[in-house]
C-alpha cells in the first residue's frame, strides 16, 4: 500500500512540515522495527498536530508493533482489539472523509472475520 501522509487543515506551513516530517520518520522507523522511535515520532506529531489522525492510527500501529498495515489484514484474529484502542478510535474520529473510509477499509477484514465474537 503506498502511504500518504496527512496533517489536519488550517495548520501554518512550518508547523505543518514539521508534523509531516515526524510522520514520515515515524512510518520509515516502523517498517524498519524501530518501534520505541516510532512511538516517539507519532508523539511529537499529535503534539504539533492535536487533530492528526495519521498520528494516532500510528501510534496505534507501534502498540502492535506493525511495520504496516498489510499485517493487519496477514492475522486480523491476533489484531481483533485494535478497533477499541484509544488512538485508533482517535485517528477514525479525527480522520477527514477520506481518511476514513481508508481506516474504514483497513479495518474491515478485522470487522467481518470477528464478526460474532464476544468480546
Known amino acids: 500500500m503506498k502511504r500518504t501522509y496527512q496533517t489536519s487543515q488550517g495548520l501554518p506551513a512550518e508547523v505543518a512540515e514539521r508534523v509531516l516530517k515526524e510522520l514520515k520518520l515515524g512510518y520509515l522507523n516502523l517498517t524498519d522495527g ?10 511529537l506529531a499529535a503534539q504539533y498536530d492535536e487533530k492528526c489522525a495519521d498520528a494516532y492510527w500510528g501510534q496505534m500501529l507501534v502498540k502492535f508493533e506493525m511495520s504496516n498495515e498489510d499485517e493487519l489484514f496477514s492475522n486480523p484474529v491476533k489484531y481483533k482489539s485494535a478497533i477499541y484502542l484509544p488512538e ?4 477514525l474520529e479525527l480522520a477527514d472523509e477520506t481518511l476514513r473510509k481508508k481506516y ?4 474491515e477484514r478485522i470487522y467481518k472475520i470477528n464478526e460474532g465474537d464476544n468480546y
Open 104 to 107: 474504514d477499509n483497513l479495518l
Open 88 to 91: 485508533c478510535q482517535k485517528a
Open 34 to 43: 524501530f518501534f520505541e522511535q516510532a512511538k516517539l515520532n507519532f508523539l
